[in-house]
T-cell receptor, first 116, second 113 residues
Framework: DTEVTQTPKHLVMGMTNKKSLKCEQHMGHRAMYWYKQKAKKPPELMFVYSYEKLSINESVPSRFSPECPNSSLLNLHLHALQPEDSALYLC???????????????FGPGTRLTVL | KNQVEQSPQSLIILEGKNCTLQCNYTVSPFSNLRWYKQDTGRGPVSLTIMTFSENTKSNGRYTATLDADTKQSSLHITASQLSDSASYICVVSAIPGGFKTIFGAGTRLFVKA
């Protein structure tokens, strides 16, 4: 299995809702990432997990809460989002965080989130 | 400051023609450079990855080059197809950590029949 899967593909939520995005990979990768991408912009890094521990939090608001239950799964819990949080949320994984080919990131198809 | 600049911003070519996309970076110290293809509303798909010692890498009709001295990379697409219409993103990682990953703004390629 050489792919990263994400569910759901699309999500529409109100500002008072609580929802979760899910990401899964079975490539044995030990680093997983969440990115946010607005239209016609490059992805922006949100969080990095390495060996199931949060390594990087790029000053993301607390209404986004990541969770890594095991080495294959990565969740992003959403609560009290704002309309400006509407974007494509991408998950990625890599073998690790070291240099060379080790951190080549493989992306999932993304979840298109709309906050009303 | 670590930066990745891509040119052109957008490009329109006829089906069957070749094209070359450029990427200049100031990321230091350098770890690797990757080219991704991203269709609208989809996740990026890796095309090539090159480290310091690799100066060319091919993947089908895609050929990437890297000049680590001038900090430039190019992505050459041969015999373009309609399905090549997408954004092409250059991504550079710095040592240490690898998670110091800098994305270029991308080149939007339109292939017309």
């Amino acid at each position: 299995d050489t792919e990263v899967t994400q569910t759901p593909k699309h999500l529409v939520m109100g500002m008072t809702n609580k929802k979760s995005l899910k990401c899964e990979q079975h490539m044995g990768h030990r680093a997983m990432y969440w990115y946010k991408q607005k239209a016609k912009k490059p992805p922006e890094l949100m969080f990095v997990y390495s060996y199931e521990k949060l390594s990087i939090n790029e000053s993301v608001p607390s209404r986004f809460s990541p969770e890594c239950p095991n080495s294959s799964l990565l969740n992003l819990h959403l609560h009290a989002l704002q309309p400006e949080d509407s974007a494509l949320y991408l998950c990625a994984s890599s073998q690790g965080l070291a240099g060379g080919h080790w951190n080549e990131q493989f992306f999932g198809p993304g979840t298109r989130l709309t906050v009303l | 400051k670590n930066q990745v600049e891509q040119s052109p911003q957008s490009l329109i070519i006829l089906e069957g023609k070749n094209c070359t996309l450029q990427c200049n970076y100031t990321v230091s110290p350098f770890s690797n450079l990757r080219w991704y293809k991203q269709d609208t509303g989809r996740g990026p798909v890796s095309l090539t990855i090159m480290t310091f010692s690799e100066n060319t890498k091919s993947n089908g009709r895609y050929t990437a080059t890297l000049d680590a001295d001038t900090k430039q990379s190019s992505l050459h697409i041969t015999a373009s197809q309609l399905s090549d219409s997408a954004s092409y993103i250059c991504v550079v990682s710095a040592i240490p950590g690898g998670f110091k990953t800098i994305f270029g703004a991308g080149t939007r390629l339109f292939v017309k029949a």
